[in-house]
T-cell receptor, first 116, second 113 residues
Framework: AQKITQTQPGMFVQEKEAVTLDCTYD???????LFWYKQPSSGEMIFLIY??????QNATEGRYSLNFQKARKSANLVISASQLGDSAMYFC?????????????FGKGTMLLVSP | DAGVIQSPRHEVTEMGQEVTLRCKPI?????LFWYRQTMMRGLELLIY????????DSGMPEDRFSAKMPNASFSTLKIQPSEPRDSAVYFC???????????FGPGTRLTVT
């Protein structure tokens, strides 16, 4: 079974609108971390936001927020007020304690296109 | 800080040739990771090191792949002999034990013809 599932291969949004990118995960580990990375067309991987499994509040970083629903094992990324520069691939990833808390498992990614 | 440095950025080689990818992690980081990204398989962890010691190489696809970290500031990923199916973007990433995130290099785009 996949540990990270991103069901949206592609998403379209208009500039200035909010968009939610879905991510569900599968783990039996009580301690884990969830990450979102952005990969623009230039290819680099850019860290966006992190949520720990024991964090009580949803993580926020500027226009990025993580809608963490632990019971449903989902960690959706919400981008508010989309900008043209947000067009990129977005990857959800998880790090589990049982794996030594060092390695990341990535989802397949969601391509986001922001139109004017 | 210059970030994680990878070289070359692009490599085109013929099947059967040896390919060596290089990585310089961020100074002070004690973890180093090699990933491969393809359209079919996404981002896969190949191997990672802690304090220059390989910890998990279960993601290395075949014996044709080998990785070394002779010191804290340098690592190589070697493919010998290379095959067309090795064509991918190879990322190196590093982190410090207290960090939450891994810091990725710009990647090396490998094309094997």
């Amino acid at each position: 079974a996949q540990k990270i599932t991103q069901t949206q291969p592609g998403m379209f949004v208009q500039e200035k609108e909010a968009v939610t990118l879905d991510c569900t995960y599968d783990t039996s580990d009580p301690s884990y971390g969830l990450f979102w990375y952005k990969q623009p067309s230039s290819g680099e991987m850019i860290f966006l936001i992190y949520q720990g499994s024991y964090d009580q509040q949803n993580a926020t970083e500027g226009r990025y927020s993580l809608n963490f629903q632990k019971a449903r094992k989902s960690a959706n990324l919400v981008i508010s007020a989309s900008q043209l520069g947000d067009s990129a691939m977005y990857f959800c990833a998880m790090r589990e304690v049982n794996s030594g808390y060092s390695t990341l498992t990535f989802g397949k990614g969601t391509m986001l296109l922001v139109s004017p | 800080d210059a970030g994680v440095i990878q070289s070359p950025r692009h490599e085109v080689t013929e099947m059967g040739q040896e390919v060596t990818l290089r990585c310089k992690p961020i100074s002070g980081h004690d973890y180093l990771f090699w990933y491969r990204q393809t359209m079919m398989r996404g981002l896969e962890l190949l191997i990672y090191f802690n304090n220059n010691v390989p910890i998990d190489d279960s993601g290395m696809p075949e014996d044709r792949f080998s990785a070394k970290m002779p010191n804290a500031s340098f690592s190589t990923l070697k493919i010998q002999p290379s095959e067309p199916r090795d064509s991918a973007v190879y990322f190196c990433a590093s982190s410090f034990i207290g960090d939450l995130e891994q810091y990725f290099g710009p990647g090396t785009r490998l094309t094997v013809t």
